[in-house]
DNA sequence: ATAATAAGTGACACAATGTCATAAGTCAAT
DNA sequence: ATTGACTTATGACATTGTGTCACTTATTAT
């Protein structure tokens, strides 16, 4: 977590520097960006990022972390709308994805984790479907939200596991995209693919 | 690759310095491995390491590949003894894994790979299901052992993306072990879970 | 006004990377 | 044996990057 320090700091110079990072963050993935470079575009002394921050990976955390929390909203609206099929609001959270990550520019952030994802990446987008701090401090449990009759599961802690087996292969078909550099529509229907194999079982 | 001088190396001299590396890469992930640490280890100059590899990556995914050989065997051996059961082989292989990582001290190098992974050394991992050289230049597909009528497919493209998902979930699996420093007896209970639910599938 | 506390600053020590000019070694052909 | 072409070895160097620290400046409380 950034230092208090970084939470006092006056709205624009606050926001200049995140637009600085974000900027950096987008250019080359997390292990090639440059403190220097983030000093520079934001016009803000070395020492300074350092009163800010603990470190690179601290700032990019704290970056993807807010851009994650946006994407949560997206996909509480998804579950309800899909009467709690947790497959359904998955396939329409990987189809938001894509679109995002076609569209602006600045979401080479995303691009770039993305290709780059190591289990503590993974687990800042697995947040995603745990809890959610809706504004005034009511916690939903999206948990809740999922029709658990709709899936073929006798206790809680296989729920867990379908979350999980979930998210690995979603997310293993958003690295592949941009690895292979595959075009939208390939790359929904492979997940479409994979999604329904993994509805009806892998064996006969 | 590294480049033909390293393979032209005097063996005792290529294996001092393999030696060198592992010793490295197993200390710490890839973006913390120092080079200056290696050719100090190996007792040659900084220039001599540019001569053998184009940089600190090339060195470790030439190690990893090394490595993956060995387990393409067990592999193999495994989807024989199971009647090309490709579910029963993974798990397998899960349970190599487990072992591997719990013994030898040196193998810190797969743990230290396997809590970085990126979409490029999953992908060097993935070979291990694909083509198999084995000794002297058979090659062996291993697409063809695997028995498709225990599968739940109806095309070719369909058994690729079984393996996709089985890679992805099993990869998980091993990353949490170690970044959740579970049991290997849980880490089992949990892979086992999971494998279970993909063969009967996720929805009712 | 003064003291105390917080924030800002940039030079610095240190470590890492990749390159390059030069030295040393190898080996086949004369 | 000598030459010369080619391959390999070497370590100093330029460059870039990180995190720290002593010191300055600003802000707040008394």
Known sequence: MPKKTFFN???NKREK???SAEEEFSRVPLSQASIANIVKAAGIPRGSFYQYF????DAFYYLLEAQTNKRKEFFIISLQ????DILAAIEDLFCLMLKE????????FLKNALMNVTHEIE?????????KDSGKSSLIEIRNMIDKEKLNISDEKEFFHIMQILTSVTFRNLVDKYSRDISDEEALENFMIEMNLLRKGLSK
Chains 1, 2 share one sequence.
């Open 9 to 11: 700091l006056p709205d």
């Open 81 to 84: 709308k899909n009467n709690g």
């Open 54 to 57: 603990e470190n690179k990976e």
């Open 17 to 19: 520097l995140i637009e």
């Open 101 to 108: 990550l076609g569209e602006e520019d600045n979401l080479n």
């Open 123 to 131: 687990d800042v987008f697995t947040k995603i479907f745990t809890i």
